[in-house]
DNA sequence: TTGTATGCGTTATCAA
DNA sequence: TTGATAACGCATACAA
């Protein structure tokens, strides 16, 4: 029967005497047969070089081998580190990953991500940040019984339906390591307003000056949007204030080396004159120089639980782990304030 | 019978009161249908909400509507655009990206490829550089019958299997480019050795000399890797040669900014002192200072066209535009050589 | 233009 | 422990 096509279940069946029924629960390791029928079958599986076809075994078991990353994200080197840690999940399973962009500012999003789900049908999702703390999504997937996670920083789901990376604790750190240097006006360069991020991770600069016995001044609160100019246009605003800061958090990398430039610029010499702290270590931000002092997050760590979570069998035991820590990196932009 | 469950296209039939074949013909677009059934058939599936099930549509086409893109590249903003351009021409069809990562070094990666299209049986696959180079996996491509497309710099299969960007043209320019600032030491940084990629830069390095009536100086030229680290390296040997370059074509931004930076290390100014000039235009090279002169290539472009020539039925008419041109972007890294 | 019967390659049911 | 037979949901030959 198989004249360069490829051998079938039925191939095999017939060519070792036993029902098609055998040979299934050869492939699928059924505990309930006779080691001699599996070893028998098995032999005649490997003779022929059968594989199972995957779209016959996705609609028979009405379910296919497919976990879906789907994002809305800007940064590439975040969206390949999830993607290396939910394949470094996936590796030696039947498991493949499929990628989905989604516009977040789009008003058909739901309907868009609704016909993904119908032409796809993954066995499960991946929510990445920031689209991750849209309900809608989430909603549309319980809707369609696809199971799902989503990646954040703050508490937008059930545990069982998150990964989850403490920003807020991570930013305190930070902030307080850049404290502990000396300095007593330090400012924040904000992520987008409106994302839990960006909340989060404000909020983890609040607890530091609290900790620190330093008083929130507005002054040093600076609005960016995550980008590289978004950056530099508020390290200038900082820059002009009557109490200028001696050091500045900023919400992600990007921010944080337009600050550097925008120091430059203004011949504000960093770390001497100025301590940046960026979030994110991208790669970039052991490039510029002074090497950037920043916060380390365990993307492919949230990666690889996020998928493991959703390959899980009922009855396997639960991941707990699924708050996973943020680090402090150490580098050359951080020195004791100037003095005055 | 679509009690919770899905509505399939038995239940369009039944209640359309026409036969499965008509409701099939109807999805497919059949020319041969009158419009009067074609309408009541479309009502039928609208007002049920049927949506056919890609599984069942897989096994019965002996087909997919997944487009794999296999990778083993360092580089994220690189991997991401071409993501976005094979997504691009996807959007709107009924395909998806699935991707897969392989690894160039590993000894198995033969089998582990050969496992991965048995496992998800993908309708084409992207083979992106610089595995695109080897052909043992274009050639179980073949023998899987599987579609393939190799994207790369250098040509090395038929034309219809592949997308290339002139490298070797748009280094060329670059190079003269710097020529014609009036520098005569030009060096070059060149890629990891035995990738074609860093062949046809090189050539076109050469080519640009010849054009420039330079000599070909064995001297000017350095071995890097693609990294950072390598392009520091390379550019410190340089400035201890007894006729120091006064300028530097490095095969990649990531070797021109460790250039960049070893430059400024030694007390050496750019673009005063030293012109630079890099290839890839990653997003750090507008970010570095000075701004990064170098060569754009048309990533997203080159994964757009590979989706639309892997999802090209036989009747369609091909796609020529297989060889997509790079381009120079002058920012501030180059000014004419310093006088002796 | 439409319908009937059958195939796609696997798993599930239930009986032996 | 095994097997015959029926799903799974859609597409294709061939007829009508």
Chains 1, 2 share one sequence.
């Not at 590796?91 to 789009?106: A, I, K, M």
């Not at 707990?320 to 150490?330: A, C, D, G, I, R």
Request: hydrophobic share 40%.
């Amino acid at each position: 029967m198989d004249q360069g096509d490829k051998p079938t279940i039925n191939d095999v069946a017939r060519l070792a005497k036993v029902s098609k029924k055998t040979v299934s629960r050869v492939i699928n390791n059924s505990p309930q047969l006779s080691d001699k029928t599996r070893k028998h079958v098995e032999s005649v599986i490997e003779e022929i070089g059968f594989v199972p076809n995957p779209q016959a075994r996705a609609l028979a078991l009405r379910r296919n081998f497919i976990i879906a990353a789907v994002h809305d994200n800007p940064n590439a080197q975040f969206l390949v580190n999830v993607q290396k840690g939910v394949l470094e999940a996936l590796e030696g399973t039947d498991f493949g990953l499929l990628v989905q962009p989604v516009n977040r500012r789009s008003p058909t999003i739901a309907q868009d991500f609704r016909d993904f789900l119908e032409r796809q049908r993954p066995y499960g999702v991946v929510l990445l940040p920031p689209i991750s703390e849209n309900n809608e999504l989430a909603k549309i997937c319980r809707e369609f019984g696809v199971r799902y996670i989503r990646m954040a920083s703050a508490k937008v789901d059930k545990p069982e339906q998150m990964v989850r990376s403490n920003d807020r604790d991570a930013v305190r750190q930070a902030v307080i390591y850049i404290a502990q240097q000396g300095h007593k006006r330090i400012a924040l360069i904000e992520g987008r307003r409106n994302s839990r991020s960006a909340l989060e991770r404000r909020k983890g600069y609040e607890d530091a000056l609290g900790q620190a016995g330093l008083a929130i001044n507005e002054e040093l609160i600076e609005q960016g949007g995550y980008t590289f100019d978004s950056g530099v246009e508020a390290a200038l605003k900082l820059f002009n204030k009557a109490s200028r800061p001696t050091a500045i958090f900023a919400s992600n990398d990007e921010m944080a080396i337009g600050a550097l430039i925008a120091a430059r610029r203004k011949g504000i010499e960093v770390p001497r004159g100025l301590s940046i702290v960026g979030f994110d270590d991208t790669p970039m931000a052991n490039h510029v120089w002074p090497a950037l002092t920043t916060v380390r997050w365990p993307i492919v760590e949230m990666g690889r639980i996020a998928a493991l979570k959703l390959m899980a069998k009922p009855d396997d035991p639960p991941i707990s782990e699924s708050l996973l820590p943020s680090q402090l990196v150490t580098r050359d932009s951080v020195a004791p304030p100037p003095e005055e």
